[in-house]
T-cell receptor, first 114, second 115 residues
Framework: DAMVIQNPRYQVTQFGKPVTLSCSQT?????MYWYQQKSSQAPKLLFH???????NEADTPDNFQSRRPNTSFCFLDIRSPGLGDAAMYLC?????????????FGPGTRLTVL | AQSVTQLDSHVSVSEGTPVLLRCNYS??????LFWYVQHPNKGLQLLLK??????LVKGINGFEAEFKKSETSFHLTKPSAHMSDAAEYFC?????????????FGQGTELSVKP
């Protein structure tokens, strides 16, 4: 009964070759997040959608883009992956009506850049 | 400004002994506090959350945490460690009801459990 689903779980791409990671949710939450997590580090927020409103973190590189065609789906596009972009990418959701900011995380996509 | 500090980057215990993972937070407002666990190559799983209803919060898998406002702490404990508890643990803070629900993560504590 997965609530936040990420595909694929493992993605291998070549240096400079565009790649898209996908996230879907069955929770009908209006807020969706993308995090980048490098080895032995805490997750780092890249951006989030509050409904259809896109909110970019100030230090997120332009190389990272996102699309949210509807409530259930959100995509992370890496236009020209570099070796430093190899990481786990986590998608999360939140219902803004909840007062406690509890986010629900997907299992992540492990990105390898060759 | 909010922040969270996990006082130990690595904790090692023997199976069957108590677990203590320490966390201190800083928040200007009444905070929401969480502990998440992450097993290797897995996503984050919520262990427990502080909702202000009770200062002692019970979570899954026998974990609990106590909110101490005077000490600005939210330490995670478990009476008896199991091998399956070996994982990375993140203490997380958020301003309750803030726009966008942003979370502030601690740097994580890696828990090792020896047989």
């Amino acid at each position: 009964d997965a609530m936040v689903i990420q595909n694929p779980r493992y993605q291998v791409t070549q240096f400079g070759k565009p790649v898209t990671l996908s996230c879907s949710q069955t929770l009908n939450h209006n807020v969706m997040y993308w995090y980048q997590q490098k080895s032995s580090q805490a997750p780092k927020l890249l951006f989030h959608y509050y409904d259809k409103d896109f909110n970019n973190e100030a230090d997120t590189p332009d190389n990272f883009q996102s699309r949210r065609p509807n409530t259930s789906f959100c995509f992370l596009d890496i236009r020209s992956p570099g070796l430093g972009d190899a990481a786990m990418y986590l998608c999360a959701t939140w219902a803004s009506g909840s007062p406690y900011n509890e986010q629900f995380f997907g299992p992540g996509t492990r990105l390898t850049v060759l | 400004a909010q922040s969270v500090t996990q006082l130990d980057s690595h904790v090692s215990v023997s199976e069957g002994t108590p677990v203590l993972l320490r966390c201190n937070y800083s928040s200007s407002y009444s905070p929401s506090l969480f502990w998440y666990v992450q097993h290797p190559n897995k996503g984050l799983q919520l262990l427990l959350k502080y909702t202000s209803a009770a200062t002692l919060v019970k979570g899954i898998n026998g974990f609990e945490a106590e909110f101490k406002k005077s000490e600005t702490s939210f330490h995670l404990t478990k009476p008896s460690a199991h091998m399956s508890d070996a994982a990375e643990y993140f203490c997380v803070v958020s301003d309750r009801g803030n726009q966008g629900g942003k979370l502030i993560f601690g740097q994580g504590t890696e828990l090792s459990v020896k047989p």
